[in-house]
């Protein structure tokens, strides 16, 4: 992941470091770790990053250009987000196994994702999206759904 549209939209705001951790609830020095790519944002924060600013998550992952959208604000439900990922990769006829050895990890690592008992690493998720060509708006359950509307 590319911290470049992190500090773009930090700057864009006029903010600080410090006052963009406050905004996330993480300390100043894990921010600013994400900020220079030392350290990749945990998925919870990317969320949190995008509900307060009103911003694409999958602008921020480098999955879209589109920076602003309309979708739902939410915090990540792990079970739901396990059960988007079976569905994906049951779309793309994918056995837990295959997707394992695209992620380059273990089968039990995809069948802990995908029943919510272990949080997914962000760069895991990002990949997940490009393999599965879904949008990780849709995997956090961010996308406006015709009921909505």
């Keep these: 992941m590319n911290p470049e549209r992190i500090r773009f939209l930090r700057e864009n705001e006029e903010l600080t470091q410090e006052q963009m951790?406050?905004?996330l609830g993480c300390k100043r020095s894990a921010y600013s770790l994400w900020e220079i790519d030392k350290n990749t944002i945990p998925l919870h924060?990317?969320?949190k990053m995008s509900n307060a600013f009103y911003i694409n998550i999958d602008y921020l992952a480098f999955l879209s250009d589109e920076m602003r959208v309309e979708f739902n604000k939410?915090?990540?439900d792990r079970?739901?987000?396990g059960r988007r990922i079976r569905l994906a990769r049951l779309a793309n006829?994918?056995?837990q196994e295959k997707l394992a050895a695209k992620l380059n990890t273990?089968?039990?690592v995809i069948?802990?994702?995908e029943s919510g008992k272990t949080a997914v690493p962000t760069l895991f998720m990002i990949e997940i999206a490009r393999i599965t060509g879904n949008t990780l708006n849709w995997f956090l359950n961010k996308e406006i759904s015709l009921k909505d509307q």
Excluded: M
């Design 21 to 23: 951790a406050k905004i």
């Design 45 to 47: 924060y990317l969320n």
């Design 74 to 76: 939410n915090d990540i």
């Design 79 to 81: 079970i739901e987000l």
């Design 93 to 95: 006829k994918f056995s």
């Design 106 to 108: 273990a089968h039990s």
């Design 111 to 113: 069948s802990a994702y």
